[in-house]
C-alpha cells in the first residue's frame, strides 16, 4: 500500500526556515521521483519542485528558486524540503506527491498524495 505522510510544517517567522519531511511506504523511493506542491486559499495547486530517483532537483516555480531545495534518505525512504528565507506568500498547505516515474511539472503526473502540511508565514 503506497502512503505518502508530510510532516514539519508550523508557524514561523518571516525570514525562518522549516524543513518538512515526507515518509514514504509501499514503493522503492529509488525508482519515483517526488514533487512538492502547495495550495494557498483560494489559489490553485502550485508544483514547486521536483526530485528524481536519482536525488537531482528540477523546479517549477521561480519564487523558490534559491531558497528551497529538497533531498532525500532512501534508506529511511524519506524526501525533505529545506524551506528557507520565508515570506507571507509561502504561507500554504505543503504537498508531496509520488510521480508515475520521472519528474513532471503538471498534477496529473502523480499518483499518489499525501495528506498535506500547513506552513504559516508571519510577517
Known amino acids: 500500500q503506497v502512503q505518502l505522510v508530510e510532516s514539519g510544517g508550523g508557524l514561523v517567522q518571516a525570514g525562518g526556515s522549516l524543513r518538512l519531511s515526507c515518509a514514504t511506504s509501499g514503493f522503492t523511493l529509488d525508482y519515483y521521483a517526488i514533487g512538492w506542491f502547495r495550495q494557498a486559499p483560494g489559489k490553485e495547486r502550485e508544483g514547486m519542485l521536483c526530485?528524481?530517483?536519482?536525488?537531482?532537483?528540477?523546479y517549477y516555480a521561480d519564487s523558490v528558486k534559491g531558497r528551497f531545495t529538497s533531498s532525500k534518505d532512501n534508506a529511511k525512504n524519506t524526501v525533505y524540503l529545506q524551506m528557507n528565507g520565508l515570506k507571507p506568500e509561502d504561507t500554504a498547505v505543503y504537498y508531496c506527491?509520488?510521480?508515475?516515474?520521472?519528474?513532471?511539472?503538471?498534477?496529473?503526473?502523480?499518483?499518489?498524495w499525501g495528506q498535506g502540511t500547513q506552513v504559516t508565514v508571519s510577517s
Open positions: 526530485i528524481s530517483g536519482s536525488g537531482s532537483s528540477t
Open positions: 506527491a509520488k510521480s508515475y516515474s520521472t519528474c513532471s511539472r503538471s498534477l496529473y503526473g502523480y499518483d499518489y
